[in-house]
């Protein structure tokens, strides 16, 4: 990929921080009422993930939403409890908590009603969406496991599935009526949820996954680094290039918990995309052999710093290029399997 970048970037070693087992019995926060702060209305091709992205900036945080609303319809019936987040109505009335509340909750300083059941404990729970703004369907193929030899999904322009997946080792390949196609390897770890979303019309995929108690910190860290792009010192790689793109995969390695912006802008883009890459987040984008502009920017740290990097870029046909971030560094490094790692420049 032929590159003209301006940036600067010593490599150097992140680390994922998860929660620990701690040996004291901690006793649970005191229930507190939760209020609203405003009552959001489901709309068509809503979902949890995208209306919390919306309100807190964080498509995991559709937890605070479940719980808010679960507590206000013991009170109130014009909210409909939650039993199953992936599963929400058109003009159902939602509870939106305060950002101060909604942070509590998600510190666990706040009580709610219990939770509702996200992810069965012995098999990975996958919520794949299709994000389609022209109303283009998207076919998912997964191979391996009880999907043998390969089975497929179907998903019309917002509807999203929801997969028990059993441990393992298994192969997802995207595909749509536009001719785009990629896949990446994939390890199915117990009590973990995937959320996976496509944009077929942009050749894009995002993936995010949940944290959860209900696995130890080891089995975290080996679920959550496989969505992070790693360093790939030989040519063996989860991902594939479709024919006649390249395969761009950009992931955010902050270990400030800081979120950060890649703008893309040229291709399928026009005149520019924003996609937000939190800590754990992977984007796969399929781009075509011609130029574009890439920036990347991020909230400041605590010191300050802010990531503040960009250049043009040539993708070449057949290959992956693997990006990644520390915003709180203002660092970025690129590299392609079996070749070296290298700054942008």
Not at 215 to 239: I, R
Request: charged share 15%; proline share 10%; aromatic share 10%.
């Amino acid at each position: 990929m032929p590159q003209k970048l301006w940036m600067a970037i010593p490599f150097g070693m992140v680390l994922i921080l998860l929660f620990s087992p701690v040996s004291a019995v901690l006793a649970a926060p005191p229930f507190q009422t939760i209020p609203c702060a405003e009552d959001y209305t489901v709309q068509a091709g809503d979902w949890l993930s995208t209306i919390a992205e919306k309100y807190y900036g964080d498509v995991l945080a559709y937890t605070v939403i479940v719980n808010a609303t679960n507590a206000a319809a013991q009170e109130n019936d014009t909210y409909t409890p939650i039993t199953d987040p992936s599963l929400i109505e058109v003009s159902q009335t939602l509870c939106i908590p305060p950002g101060e509340t909604a942070q509590a909750m998600l510190n666990g300083e706040i009580s709610g009603p219990p939770p509702a059941p996200v992810n069965p404990e012995d098999k990975l729970l996958a919520i794949v969406g299709n994000r389609s703004f022209a109303n283009i369907p998207t076919t998912l193929k997964l191979s391996g496991g009880k999907f043998g030899q390969g089975q497929e999904f179907t998903i019309d322009a917002g509807q999203e599935i929801r997969l028990e997946i059993e441990p393992g080792e298994y192969k997802a390949f995207w595909s749509s009526p536009e001719g785009v196609t990629f896949s990446r390897d994939f390890m199915a770890q117990p009590g973990m949820v995937a959320i996976n979303w496509f944009v077929p019309e942009e050749s894009y995929v995002m993936t995010e996954v949940q944290r959860s108690g209900l696995v130890d910190d080891e089995a975290q860290t080996e679920t959550l680094g496989q969505f992070t792009p790693p360093s790939v010192t030989n040519k063996e790689t989860p991902y594939y290039a479709p024919e006649g793109k390249e395969l761009l995969v950009a992931g955010n390695r902050s270990f400030a918990n800081l979120p950060s912006t890649l703008t893309l802008t040229g291709g399928q883009f026009g005149g520019g995309q924003e996609f937000t890459i939190n800590p754990g987040q992977e984007l796969i984008v399929a781009l075509d052999p011609v130029e574009y502009t890439v920036t990347w920017s991020s909230p400041p740290a605590a010191d300050g710093t802010v990531l503040a990097r960009g250049g043009t870029i040539t993708p070449t046909p057949g290959t992956v290029t693997i990006v990644w971030v520390v915003p709180e560094e203002n660092r970025a490094f690129l590299q392609r399997p079996g070749e070296p790692g290298q700054a942008f420049k």
